[in-house]
T-cell receptor, first 113, second 113 residues
Framework: GAVVSQHPSRVICKSGTSVKIECRSL??????MFWYRQFPKQSLMLMAT?????????EQGVEKDKFLINHASLTLSTLTVTSAHPEDSSFYIC?????????FGSGTQLSVL | GENVEQHPSTLSVQEGDSAVIKCTYS??????FPWYKQELGKRPQLIID?????GEKKDQRIAVTLNKTAKHFSLHITETQPEDSAVYFC????????????FGTGTLLAVQP
């Protein structure tokens, strides 16, 4: 079946630094990818919809200048958390569609010290 | 924005009993109704889904029923097993399986052996 790879799986960084998370569709082309954030014991919250070759569409309340999304190819979308702070610590997960189904990445646990 | 609520938020059953989780949504344009199972620190896994032209779907011990008029759908698990213990999310959406999904509030299911 279709595979979505997400890296890194875990990252610890200092406050004020930027962190990049990659989401790749390994065996299919994904024109659309989605980025979610999940705090402990909470639901997945949609952050943005990423379309190949165009600007991402952010959900209400998500700062586009803080969470930079790039979808430069049909198999890769990246999320950069800029100037990370402890409150950005969360589980970030991407998903990609192959025109039939949606597949999730394995997630990235971000811890900002 | 759309509201997606689940009830109950926690559910504890004895092994072999049935479990039912209800999802209520507000977007009348939703036409795709999936249920996901998420274990701690892992990606969500699609366990069953239904589309708006069908009222019920069953896959072995798992079933989903849809009441589009009342805007709710339910997950039914029969003959529960300890490995069914996880957090379950509904995620109704428009445009089928490849469009953005809004996740419900989640239900923690604990199956006691």
């Amino acid at each position: 079946g279709a595979v979505v790879s997400q890296h890194p799986s875990r990252v610890i960084c200092k406050s004020g630094t930027s962190v990049k998370i990659e989401c790749r569709s390994l065996d299919f082309q994904a024109t659309t990818m989605f980025w979610y954030r999940q705090f402990p014991k909470q639901s997945l919250m949609l952050m943005a919809t990423s379309n190949e070759g165009s600007k991402a569409t952010y959900e209400q309340g998500v700062e586009k200048d803080k969470f930079l999304i790039n979808h430069a190819s049909l198999t890769l979308s990246t999320l950069t958390v800029t100037s990370a702070h402890p409150e950005d610590s969360s589980f970030y997960i991407c998903s990609a569609s192959n025109a039939e189904k949606l597949f999730f990445g394995s997630g990235t646990q971000l811890s900002v010290l | 924005g759309e509201n997606v609520e689940q009830h109950p938020s926690t559910l504890s059953v004895q092994e072999g009993d049935s479990a039912v989780i209800k999802c209520t949504y507000s977007d009348s344009a939703s036409n795709y109704f999936p249920w996901y199972k998420q274990e701690l620190g892992k990606r969500p896994q699609l366990i069953i889904d239904i589309r708006s032209n069908v009222g019920e779907k069953k896959d072995q011990r798992i079933a989903v029923t849809l009441n589009k008029t009342a805007k709710h759908f339910s997950l039914h698990i029969t003959e529960t097993q300890p490995e069914d213990s996880a957090v379950y999310f509904c995620a109704p959406g428009r445009g089928g399986a490849t469009n953005k999904l809004i996740f419900g509030t989640g239900t923690l299911l604990a199956v006691q052996p």
